[in-house]
């Protein structure tokens, strides 16, 4: 499974990008796709998963400016990203976790390469 990520780039405070994750590849139809994101000097951390049946999770610092939606037909991922702050600044990360074994038994994890996205004035 191969991960395309793109969109990134440099934006002022208060603006907009999208990001957009292309998955290539064999997969299980029970599956998360989800961002991640690794700010200067600090761990990676999620931002939005999105399965391809179920709720969707947020991490509280982007809920209502974010929002993730994924096309299913084309294996697209993508974090709508708006009111875009200095703390939004990072390298971004798609990941699809895989259900092979269902529900019950070890995903199989899959990163793509980062996207940077850049806020400031």
């Known amino acids: 499974v191969q991960l395309q990520a793109s969109g990134g780039g440099l934006v002022q405070p208060g603006g907009s990008l999208r990001l957009s994750c292309a998955a290539s590849?064999?997969?299980?139809?029970?599956?998360?796709m989800a961002w991640h994101r690794r700010a200067p000097g600090k761990e990676r951390d999620l931002v939005a998963a999105?399965?391809?049946?179920?709720?969707?999770n947020y991490a509280d610092s982007v809920q209502g400016r974010f929002t993730v939606s994924r096309d299913n037909a084309k294996n697209t991922l993508y974090l709508q990203m708006n009111n875009l702050k200095p703390d939004d600044t990072g390298v971004y990360y798609c990941?699809?976790?895989?259900?092979?074994?269902?529900?019950?038994?070890?995903?199989?994890?899959?990163w793509g390469e980062g996207t940077q996205v850049t806020v400031s004035s």
């Open positions: 990941s699809l976790r895989s259900y092979d074994a269902g529900p019950f038994g070890p995903p199989r994890d899959y």
């Open positions: 590849g064999s997969f299980a139809y029970m599956n998360t």
């Open positions: 999105m399965p391809n049946r179920g709720a969707i």
